[in-house]
């Protein structure tokens, strides 16, 4: 009893002095035991250093984040901003090339991405912009040639169909893209309030651009319809979101 008296004693002391001095939360190791100090509401702006290398600064208030962000380059330029209210990012992160000029701006309400992501080219004009709602992708995209024109033409997803529903009670769909390419990723499923949940959907075998859906004769009545999602990756290094909707000929396919 009095080893757990004398503990107490010293964890009550190094919370007073840690509230009096104004510094974060940190760990303290006393004995064999690990004592976590809770934050004692520090306000200011904290540097972290690596060696001798700015990497970051963060603005507290009263031991939360709050206001500007900073992280840096290892040659001392900014990197990205973030804007943070009680704790959470808020308004549009930025990020910066090396040279200073705008790389992205991430839009965020509460601590979550939601609005249109833009991206720059180094002469300021837009490159991209994505849609983003409640943390989640949604099929928004619009990509920019460097001259400024839209760019189109998108594949599209194309199926070739095995109907054997009445030999063995099997139909199958094989999916690719229009231009053959490779870089995709198929999911069965529908888009949910217009966004790309991963949670919500299917995904599929796809190898060397092609996935296939096998559905089976179930004698019970369900949709007669798959939808198709294609997760098309744009020369741009973006993910372009397909969808469609491929009509069945039986009302009993699952």
């Known amino acids: 009893m009095k080893v757990f008296s004398n503990l107490s004693v010293t964890v009550i002391m190094i919370l007073v002095i840690a509230a009096c001095t104004g510094r974060g939360s940190g760990k303290i190791?006393?004995?064999?035991?690990?004592?976590?100090?809770?934050?004692?509401?520090?306000?200011?702006?904290?540097?972290?250093?690596?060696?001798?290398?700015?990497?970051?600064?963060?603005?507290?208030?009263?031991?939360?984040?709050?206001?500007?962000?900073?992280?840096?380059?290892?040659?001392?330029?900014?990197?990205?901003?973030?804007?943070?209210?009680?704790?959470?990012?808020?308004?549009?992160?930025?990020?910066?090339?090396?040279?200073?000029?705008?790389?992205?701006?991430?839009?965020?309400?509460?601590?979550?991405?939601?609005?249109?992501?833009?991206?720059?080219?180094?002469?300021?004009?837009?490159?991209?912009?994505?849609g983003y709602s409640k943390g989640l992708r949604t099929p928004y995209l619009e990509e920019f040639t460097s001259d400024g024109r839209l760019v189109k033409g998108y594949p599209e997803i194309t199926e070739v169909i095995n109907d054997e529903y009445k030999s063995k009670g099997r139909y199958r769909i094989s999916l690719a893209l229009s231009d053959k390419s490779t870089k995709v990723k198929f999911f069965q499923g529908e888009f949910t309030d217009n966004r790309f949940d991963t949670a919500s959907v299917k995904e599929l075998n796809?190898?060397?651009?092609?996935?296939?859906?096998?559905?089976?004769?179930?004698?019970?009545?369900?949709?007669?319809?798959?939808?198709?999602?294609?997760?098309?990756?744009?020369?741009?290094?973006?993910?372009?979101?397909?969808?469609?909707?491929?009509?069945?000929p039986y009302n009993d396919l699952k």
């Open 206 to 248: 796809t190898v060397d651009g092609i996935a296939r859906i096998d559905l089976r004769k179930t004698g019970t009545p369900v949709k007669n319809y798959v939808g198709v999602i294609g997760v098309i990756l744009t020369p741009f290094g973006n993910r372009h979101l397909a969808y469609k909707r491929i009509d069945l």
């Open 29 to 130: 190791t006393t004995g064999n035991d690990t004592i976590s100090v809770p934050d004692t509401g520090y306000t200011g702006i904290k540097q972290y250093m690596s060696g001798n290398l700015l990497i970051k600064e963060i603005t507290y208030k009263n031991g939360v984040r709050e206001g500007l962000m900073k992280s840096y380059y290892a040659g001392g330029q900014v990197y990205q901003t973030f804007w943070y209210e009680n704790g959470m990012r808020e308004d549009s992160g930025r990020y910066f090339y090396t040279e200073g000029q705008l790389f992205r701006t991430t839009p965020y309400k509460h601590d979550t991405i939601d609005g249109i992501q833009k991206q720059y080219y180094r002469s300021g004009k837009v490159k991209a912009k994505i």
